[in-house]
């Protein structure tokens, strides 16, 4: 949406648009004031989504070049955390993760809950096991709409290049 067409827009028109935005409190705001915080939010959603593929395909290219290495069964997933830390850092309740275990294995997961202070998440599965793992065990924060393929491979338990499982 541009400036103009937002303008046209009744206050109430607005203040839902807002609401569906993220935007907090658009009850106080005024027209203008909207306005520029819907286009705010917006131009923040595209500069977010093309951050996140920027990561996510160097994350996926990280994975694959590994998984494409080890042909043999291992309990080393590669997590490159520096390029995730600002997601993991500022991530919120129920956002999908996915994360290593100490035996290996990856899974995912929402966070229920979370500890900026001491670095841990705790998360719970969709069948109802609940982890609490440190910031540097997540492998990927979801933020689109699908996993990566690396990340979605590890998931499956694919850990070689032929697409068998270990």
């Known amino acids: 949406m541009n400036k103009l067409d937002l303008m046209a827009r009744k206050v109430d028109e607005l203040r839902k648009i807002a609401s569906k935005a993220g935007i907090k409190n658009a009850k106080k705001y005024h027209k203008e004031e909207l306005v520029e915080a819907i286009l705010m939010a917006e131009k923040n959603v595209e500069l977010a989504e093309t951050e996140s593929a920027k990561v996510e395909e160097k994350v996926d290219n990280q994975v694959n070049k590994e998984l494409v290495v080890s ?9 490159d955390y520096e390029s995730k830390k600002k997601y993991v850092t500022g991530i919120e309740i129920g956002t999908l993760v996915a994360f290593k275990l100490p035996n ?6 929402k966070v229920t809950k979370k500890s ?7 998360l719970e599965t969709d069948y109802g096991a609940e982890y609490v793992v440190s910031y540097d065990d997540i492998i990927w924060v ?11 491979n590890l998931l499956k338990g694919i850990t070689s290049e032929n697409g068998q499982k270990q």
């Not at 042909?71 to 997590?79: A, G, L, Q, R, Y």
């Not at 900026?116 to 705790?122: G, M």
């Not at 979801?142 to 979605?152: D, E, H, L």
């Open 104 to 109: 290996g294995k990856v899974k995912s997961a």
């Open 116 to 122: 900026s202070k001491n670095e841990k998440l705790k």
């Open 142 to 152: 979801r933020t689109g709409k699908r996993w990566p393929r690396g990340v979605y």
């Open 71 to 79: 042909e043999t069964k291992t309990n080393n997933v590669p997590i």
